[in-house]
């Protein structure tokens, strides 16, 4: 993004499996992100996400919302994925702000995620494939 001069980034560490087995490729589409309600302080989400690398066991998503549960929902915008859903556990966490010239503040969320399932639209609770198929209202 133009005129954003410097940034800063706040990680937090969800578990000791944040590193991937395999090997990453810098691969980039959109998707959308399901995170179900879990809790008082984790309300569920729906928004769009991008890719920034994946491998066959995990990716990194770039969100502009705060996804504060662990486990999410993935519907990629990719011809082989078409009717599929991928479910993730949320391994890692950042927080990347990137400041402009004039101070004023862009923040970014980006997850590191690891692939649990691969899920048929079928094979799947209807709440999570509805939600999925509606897509994110941003």
Known sequence: ????????ETTTEMSVENRRQFER????TVGTAYSP???PEAPEVLTRVWT???????????SNIDLSGR???????????????????VVRRYKHVRESL?????????YGVQFLSL?????????????LNRGPQD
């Open 25 to 28: 490729l810098d691969y980039r």
């Open 52 to 62: 920034r690398d994946v491998s066959l066991s995990g990716a990194k998503l770039s």
């Open 119 to 131: 899920h048929t639209q079928s094979n799947l609770d209807n709440s999570i494939v509805e939600a």
């Open 102 to 110: 004039a101070g004023k503040e862009r923040v970014e969320f980006l």
């Open 37 to 39: 309600e879990s809790g």
């Open 1 to 8: 993004m133009s005129g954003f001069a410097s940034s800063k």
């Open 71 to 89: 486990r999410l929902y993935l519907k990629l915008l990719l011809p082989q994925f078409k009717d599929t859903i991928i479910e993730c556990n």
